[in-house]
């Protein structure tokens, strides 16, 4: 047995004591990401990466944020990439909505008078959404691209639904089958990129964790009406993963004022990895959006 006085390792069996880290209330090690500008930031912005990934696959979007004089921060959330936990489980997906919260009031210490923002994709849009609606009045705007809305009718069926809950008590840790990589992005060396990413788990979505999702859905559902903040939606039509209806609930249900939603016909999931003219037409978007609202923030105005 190793010794008590032994470093903490990631999955990677790197230490912790080399990596930039925060300890969760749960005693577990979770790996950070910063992307700092040169002077002092603008604003702050928290990246939440979707399910299986980790935060490492936004670089390209979080040095575009810092170029805006952004402070983004990150971390891989229990389970994922380089932070502790078995594999995609979670006991309770509260767990990565308490993380976000301890992360932000962390860096929030340091920049106590800087509009804070939040980005989640996928299952991280859910995160996103359900953090915001804890703190109704605390984030200055959200950035949401195919969050976790609605699951994709085909995985999420009555059938299949009643089946997970009745496995989650016997079988909570079978197999129900891998992400389908060919689902995530047209642009085919994306997908290669993904599939040859050592830190994404690969090792198939396990009953406890569709339930949890599940469980994510539902309570996105009562949270949608909660929501008064700026938010910008950004939705593939052709999303086979979360269901691209999600999006329009969104905008339908939440009480924000300042909401945007721009749908990419034929577009598959993961939009800042898709087709370059999609990727792009991403990028632009939350540039234009978030230095609006940036300014907005610091002027104490609506946009």
Sequence with gaps: MPEASSPRRTPQNVPYQDLPHLVNADGQYLFCRYWKPSGTPKALIFVSHGAGEHCGRYDELAHMLKGLDM?????????HGQSEGERMVVSD???FVRDVLQHVDTIQKDYPDVPIFLLGHSMGGAISILVAAERPTYFSGMVLISPLVLANPESASTLKVLA???LNFVLPNMTLGRIDSSVLSRNKSEVDLYNSDPLVCRAGLKVCFG???????????RAMPRLTLPFLLLQGSAD?????KGAYLLMESSRSQDKTLKMYEGAYHVLHRELPEVTNSVLHEV????SHRIAAAGAGCPP
């Excluded at 540039?287 to 978030?290: A, E, G, L, T």
């Design 71 to 79: 402070l983004v921060f990150a971390h891989d959330h229990v389970g």
């Design 164 to 166: 997970a809950k009745l």
């Design 287 to 290: 540039n234009s959006w978030v």
């Design 211 to 221: 339930i949890q999702l599940l469980n994510a859905v539902a309570r996105v559902e």
């Design 240 to 244: 086979r993963l979360c269901d691209s």
């Design 93 to 95: 997906f509260q767990v």
